[in-house]
């Protein structure tokens, strides 16, 4: 079956840290991995996402590879600030973009 | 401004008690879904729908039953609701497929609590 692991959380940093959330996928045939960010009391945004192997989605600082050899597609950013905290999820999705399978989010404490 | 709305924001409910919510978008998009999300599960998805009066199940389609009579709304509909079906829900939609098919935009969520 097709699903999507993360690390837990919270992972708290200090500003200007770098960041890593580990995301790995099982999934049959060639997924699109994402990455979508929820602020407090917000729904989800897309953040970022690659739709082949090797392909690196970047937005706002951060970037995320596809790696089919690890099944990986882990969220970086080289810099982080306060803003950023919130709750980060990695999804998949194939085909024609019907059904989606998300990870169980982890949540990203920035400190001043 | 383009957007997906859902109504309530915030439910509380008792066990058995039908209800309704409601989700609707001003984007003209074919593609609408309902998630629930609950803590160390992340969000699953329950039913979708590809245009009017085609729908199909997610992961998590028990207890639930939707309609798409217009292509701006998916309704969600619990007609016995369980204390289980206490979760934040969330309606999103997409574009066609040949048009940025993949990003979907997601409503502010609607909690829900059955006692």
């Known amino acids: 079956g097709n699903s999507v692991t993360q690390m837990e959380g919270p992972v708290t940093l200090s500003e200007e840290a770098f960041l890593t959330i580990n995301c790995t996928y099982t999934?049959?045939?060639?997924?699109?991995l994402f990455w979508y960010v929820q602020y407090p009391g917000e729904g989800l945004q897309l953040l970022l996402k690659?739709?082949?192997?090797?392909d690196k989605g970047s937005n706002k600082g951060f970037e995320a590879t596809y790696r089919k050899e690890t099944t990986s597609f882990h969220l970086e950013k080289g810099s982080v600030q306060v803003s950023d905290s919130a709750v980060y999820f990695c999804?998949?999705?194939?085909?024609?973009?019907?059904?989606?399978?998300f990870g169980s989010g982890t949540k990203l404490n920035v400190k001043p | 401004e383009a957007q997906v709305t859902q109504n309530p924001r915030y439910l509380i409910t008792v066990t058995g008690k039908k209800l309704t919510v409601t989700c609707s978008q001003n984007?003209?998009?074919?593609?609408m879904s309902w998630y629930r999300q609950d803590p160390g599960l992340g969000l699953r998805q329950i039913y979708y729908?590809?245009?009017?009066?085609?729908?199909d199940k997610g992961d998590v389609p028990e207890g639930y039953k939707v309609s798409r009579k217009e292509k701006r709304n998916f309704p969600l509909i619990l007609e016995s609701p369980s204390p289980n079906q206490t979760s934040l829900y969330f309606c999103?939609?997409?574009?066609?497929?040949?048009?940025?098919?993949?990003?979907?935009?997601f409503g502010p969520g609607t909690r829900l609590l059955v006692l």
């Open positions: 729908s590809m245009n009017v009066e085609v729908t």
């Open positions: 690659a739709t082949k192997a090797d």
């Open positions: 984007m003209n998009h074919e593609y």
């Open positions: 999804a998949l999705s194939k085909g024609n973009f019907n059904k989606f399978y």
């Open positions: 999103a939609s997409r574009g066609p497929l040949r048009q940025a098919r993949e990003t979907q935009y």
């Open positions: 999934a049959t045939g060639y997924p699109s």
